[in-house]
């Protein structure tokens, strides 16, 4: 018996050391929780550190639109060192220009004119087609003004111009006389062919310009028409009798640097071309061009 006791005694003082160890074993979880929320830990402060990064990149972004809207309503540019742009300091632009035209061309559907104003300054101005001359008086109302506008068609730019509507045409009477006389009824023209070598009828020179483009021919006729200062050109409209004019073929158009009026019963020599267009609503199946008068 006191055997069996001192065996027991034995037993429970090894199975205490035992009963410790399973008691801390529950421990063990938390101790993962720890080292989870040491983990966890950096990761908010990484967090924290992110959203501040974010604001402070945002802040300087704010103040850059800040400062670029508050020049854009300055009307300066932040390009170019925050030069303003050239429209802030130009000149005040007559869009209703009245002057005397001093030039005059045409091209791609538009009538160019430069016009002299009253106080002595030049402005060039372009409306649909219309005829014009050296002399007119054109009055404009709400033009376009344009800087640097390139013309394709007459490979030239305009340092500026304004694009406006048709005109009102002052002291017009002299040309609305012309066609008056041009629209005549009972006038009948009858003029004699050239002499020469490379003399034709206006009905011939139609008829033949296909060979004959490119080349030096001469005509007599009287003129019926005028334009001048067009594209700095003078352009005549010669008739001699001949010719359709159901079919187009009866009157010739002619340009010089040389002068002539209507009536004006004139010689031309020049180079024939065939199917010439210079756009703007000018397009020829034949015309003599750089002619030279004589009368």
Known sequence: MKRYSTIMSVLVTLALPVAGTCADAPKAPEKADTKVEAVAAPKAADAKADVKADAAAKAPESKAEAIQKSMSKSGHSMMMGGAAPAEAGAAEINTNPTGKVIETMAGGGYTYAN???????????????????????????????MSKFQSKTLNRTFDSILFCNAPEVKGAAKPAAKEAKKAAPGEKIKVEKATGANAYTVEEIFAKR????????????????????????NWLHLQDGTGSDKKK?????????????????????GTLAKDKDFGGGYKYTAIIEKGSVKK
């Open 210 to 233: 296909g060979s004959l483009n490119g080349k030096q021919v001469v005509v007599r006729g009287q003129v019926v028409k005028t334009a001048t200062g067009i594209m700095n050109k």
């Open 115 to 145: 016009l002299e104003v009253a106080d002595g300054t030049k402005t060039w101005v372009a409306y649909p087609v219309l005829e014009t001359r050296v002399g007119d008086t054109l009055s404009f109302q709400g033009c376009m003004p």
């Open 249 to 269: 073929t009866n009157d010739l158009v002619v340009t010089t640097t040389d002068n002539a009026e209507e009536g004006d019963i004139i010689t031309v020599s």
